[in-house]
């Protein structure tokens, strides 16, 4: 839902309407919040009915954060992030607040970044619709005079 086919480089580099609309910071991500609370907005779609207003706040504010969480641009730190409990051998715990974010950005990040753990079948038709995308977006840059934002490796023809 408003996926763009671009990456976050690519709405900046050429000042796309998102660029404008989200100057600072993850493009698509706050455009994908904003599409989610758009939708939730509607009372049939709206799974926080129950919820007092306050509450409400609070759990929107906590959803921005991990939709923001998803920009590849953050992926380091988070991985870094666990990787260093791991290393320290302190596990995370559902009883403390930030131990349940990083879960709740993990979770997330899983199912945005899913593909290679499916299927082949189905992981390679991904791969198929990224790489025409990344093709697309090369193609597009190009046409426009901007610089590359996809590596090589990532827009190589099929079987490359």
Known sequence: LGHT???NAFHKNSRSELAA???????????HFATFSSVIKDMSNNI???LKEGEVAEV???MEEIILATDMMHHGKLVDSVRTRL??????????END???VMMLLMKGSDISNVVRPYHTASQWTDVLRNEFLAQLA????????QTIPPAASAPKGM
Not at 140 to 147: D, I, T
Request: net charge negative; charged share 15%.
């Open 48 to 50: 926080f009915f129950s």
């Open 87 to 96: 290393d320290l051998g302190t596990p995370l715990t559902l009883s403390d």
């Open 60 to 62: 929107m504010a906590l």
């Open 21 to 31: 609309q989200y100057p600072v910071g993850s493009i698509l991500e706050q455009h």
């Open 100 to 102: 349940r974010k990083m």
């Open 140 to 147: 597009q840059e190009n046409a426009l005079g901007l610089p």
């Open 5 to 7: 086919g671009t990456t």
